[in-house]
């Protein structure tokens, strides 16, 4: 079966940081591309950012660009973000997704706020 487990949210200030781990199981991880999706409050899933399978490569939305950082470890079969900088527009539930791309699989997604 496959899952997707999102961790590490929370709520932060302006200018906080966090780092969002997935832990992935039930499907060849090392094989694929991952991606970081998000759902601000009222507003449709957008993506954020993805990586190629080895980790060499990864693409980012210009809103986060700079200050997000999408990592993995295959031996782990975990993706991360790592958020700096964070803003009060970065509030959403943010969700793992299989793929280079916002549709594939994800998790349940874990909520992260952003506030003064």
């Not at 969002?20 to 009222?42: E, V, Y």
């Not at 527009?89 to 349940?108: N, Q």
């Amino acid at each position: 079966e496959v899952e997707l487990v999102e961790s590490g949210g929370g709520s932060v200030q302006p200018g906080g940081s966090l780092t969002l781990s997935c832990a992935a199981s039930g499907f060849p991880f090392s094989t694929l591309s991952m991606s970081w999706a998000r759902q601000p409050p009222g507003k449709v899933l957008e993506w954020v950012a993805s990586i190629n399978p080895d980790g060499d490569s990864t693409e980012y939305d210009d809103t986060v660009k700079g200050r997000f950082t999408i990592s993995r470890d295959n031996a782990k079969n975990t993706l991360y973000l790592r958020m700096d900088s964070l803003k009060l527009e970065d509030t959403a539930v943010y969700h793992c997704t299989i793929g280079p791309a916002v549709g594939g699989l994800r998790g349940r997604g874990i909520q992260v706020s952003v506030s003064s």
